[in-house]
């Protein structure tokens, strides 16, 4: 039972110093070999190695893909007026050179995304000095990034590289800090105030100069349309006196039956219209009584 137990505990022993000394590096990391703390060897193909068992040698990994590094902070940058604005921007940056990446960077990506911010933002700060915000905000936007880039590359890639490489740069977001974004606003809203009361005013004197115009043109023409009413009305009671005249001319008895009849029209102009008068005496009523009938009408 003694060498039973001996020969299972050889071989989980040796078990686990294999298991010590084989891994595996993912098709998207690096492996990274270390011998006593210094880099022994850098992996980059996938698949199952092997190191000596520690202490000896151990083994991290850094991602070999493309990440993304997005601004960490609002803190405002000033443009080449002295306006405090806002740039939110992102980094698609990836690890090329593991050995250059851990002796000038770091360990890990962490360690590579916290200089990258700080790298990216100075280059941002001073090309947002040399842009007015009309720029920052126009097609210019687009030289403005390439200029961080370029900048940015040159800070990688000098006296000590860091072994990445830095595939984009954008802006997200311009804007200003929230007190001059509100004074904005309130200047905007002014401003529109100003120039919609501007068009009332000028549409109110639109409208009381039509309005008098019409009121105008209406009082010619009633007073054009009275004249010529006027006119005919009275060129008609002409040829009505005229024929009158003649009418009256040539029979007199007839002008006197016709001025009786418009005598009694007038006096008998509604039916509540009372008159006590003796029919027998009054000449009145001579007409009706037959007395005063012209010639012509009694046959």
């Known amino acids: 039972m003694n060498r039973i137990g001996f020969i299972g505990a050889a071989v989980v022993a040796v ?3 294999l298991s010590s000394m084989l891994f595996v590096v993912d098709q ?4 990274v070999v ?4 210094q880099i022994k060897d850098v992996i980059t193909e996938p698949g199952l190695n092997v190191k000596l068992p520690p202490p000896f040698q151990n083994v991290s990994y850094i991602d070999k893909r493309l ?6 902070d609002a803190e405002p940058m ?5 306006q405090r604005m806002v740039i939110d921007w992102y980094v698609r940056w990836r690890v090329t050179e593991p050995t250059q990446y851990i002796r000038n960077v770091g360990l890990d990506e962490n360690a590579g995304a916290l200089q990258l911010n700080r790298v990216v933002r100075n280059a941002f700060q001073e090309e947002i000095n040399k842009h007015t915000v009309k720029e920052i905000l ?3 936007r687009e030289a403005l990034t390439a200029n961080v880039k370029r900048e940015v590359l040159l800070a990688v890639g000098g006296a000590k590289p860091w072994g990445v490489d830095v595939v984009d740069v954008r802006i997200t977001r311009a804007d200003y800090v929230d007190a001059i974004t509100e004074s904005v606003y309130r200047r905007m809203q002014a401003e529109r105030t100003r120039v919609a009361n501007e068009l009332r005013s000028t549409g109110a004197a639109e409208g009381e ?10 009082e010619v023409t009633v007073a054009n349309a ?4 006027q006119k005919v009305k009275g060129e008609g009671d002409g040829q009505a006196a005229a024929i009158y005249a003649e009418s009256f001319g040539r029979d007199a008895k007839f002008a006197q039956f016709y001025r009786s009849l418009d005598a009694y029209k007038a006096s008998f102009g509604k039916k509540s219209d009372v008159m006590v008068l003796d029919p027998a005496s009054s000449e009145f009523f001579k007409v009706m009584r037959g007395d005063g009938a012209p010639a012509a009408a009694k046959k």
Request: glycine letters at 6%; charged letters at 35%.
């Open 28 to 31: 998207r990391q690096f492996g």
């Open 34 to 37: 270390y011998a006593l703390g």
């Open 209 to 218: 100069k039509i309005r008098a115009d019409a009121d105008r043109q209406r």
């Open 138 to 140: 126009s097609l210019k």
């Open 78 to 82: 000033l443009t080449a007026e002295k």
């Open 226 to 229: 009275y004249r010529d009413a």
């Open 67 to 72: 990440l993304t590094l997005e601004s960490a």
């Open 15 to 17: 078990l686990a110093l």
